[in-house]
């Protein structure tokens, strides 16, 4: 299960706290993501699918679970439901749907997402993991049109490794830059959402062993979870990086400070994932 588990009503209040430093921590899959294909909205309730031909191979090789991601931002009037139907690891006939819609718990109420935020596609069985996609189907408005949604196979949560001592952690969005747009002397005249810079994220963390730790994933390609927990009592979202590749560097000090390996590191695509509410 990709998704932080549904919150009880009990639950509301602690998740719209604000959230410190230490509720988020870094986890790491050697696992890699891949992404089998991409929906393009066409029209009301029409959907284009096209699959990629090598993540297609990769999945039916090693499947994963399913995670559905905007590639752009979106405003709707209702929830969009997309539909999969392909076959489980054992080659039995599977079906689950992604249902973006706000969680229950939060004021914006509003179908408006931005790039990036992203929803399981939910098998009927909780758990099974997909081998194959044989069809894709997408109920929204039209004022979906043109929205992408871009599928991720993600390694199962069970296979990440925490990055322990953590001192910093920094990423990005990867959403549009805004762009200014000149007519005559006014310099933004028009704003215009603009390039989508190179997703980046930094981690510094203290070192307990070269042989452990951000050291050990240096140049590797990887997938990252951060883990956003409240009071190490609620679990409100969870942020995939997939693609994610870390170059790190040794930092010592002269004095009794411990020393820490800082890591600059890029990836390819972010889902975040929010904790659904009671009953979603």
């Not at 952690?169 to 200014?180: G, N, Q, R, S, V």
């Not at 560097?249 to 400070?257: L, N, P, R």
């Amino acid at each position: 299960m990709l998704r932080p588990t549904a919150l009880t009503l009990a639950q509301y209040a602690l998740a719209t706290k604000p959230s410190l430093g230490y509720e988020q921590q870094l986890f790491i899959s050697t696992q890699q993501a891949v992404s089998p294909g991409m929906l393009l909205c066409v029209g009301a309730n029409s959907g284009i699918y096209t699959a990629s031909v090598s993540d297609t191979a990769m999945l039916f090789g090693a499947p994963q679970e399913l995670l559905c991601v905007l590639d752009t931002d979106i405003s709707d009037t209702a929830d969009i439901v997309i539909s999969v139907t392909g076959t489980d690891a054992s080659g039995a006939a599977l079906t689950g749907t992604a249902t973006f819609t706000p969680p229950a718990y939060v004021n914006e109420q509003a179908r408006v997402f931005p790039k990036g935020y992203a929803v399981e596609i939910v098998p009927t069985v909780d758990g099974k993991l997909w081998k194959t996609i044989t069809n894709v189907a997408i109920v929204a408005t039209g004022a979906a049109q043109f929205a992408q949604f871009k599928f991720l196979g993600l390694p199962s949560l069970t296979s990440y490794k925490k990055i322990g001592l953590k001192v910093s952690l920094e990423y990005d969005a990867k959403t549009p830059m805004p762009t200014a747009v000149q007519e005559g002397r006014d310099m933004g005249k028009y704003i215009k959402p603009g390039n989508i810079e190179v997703g980046t994220a930094s981690i510094t963390g203290k070192i307990a062993t070269q042989g452990d730790g951000i050291a050990r994933y240096n140049g590797v390609r990887v997938t990252g979870l951060i883990k956003e927990v409240k009071e190490d009592k609620v679990g409100t979202m969870n942020i995939f990086l997939a693609g994610l590749i870390l170059n790190a560097k040794v930092k010592t000090a002269e004095d009794q400070s411990p020393n820490t390996l800082e890591a600059s590191a890029m990836f390819e695509t972010l889902g975040f994932v929010m904790a659904p509410g009671l009953g979603q």
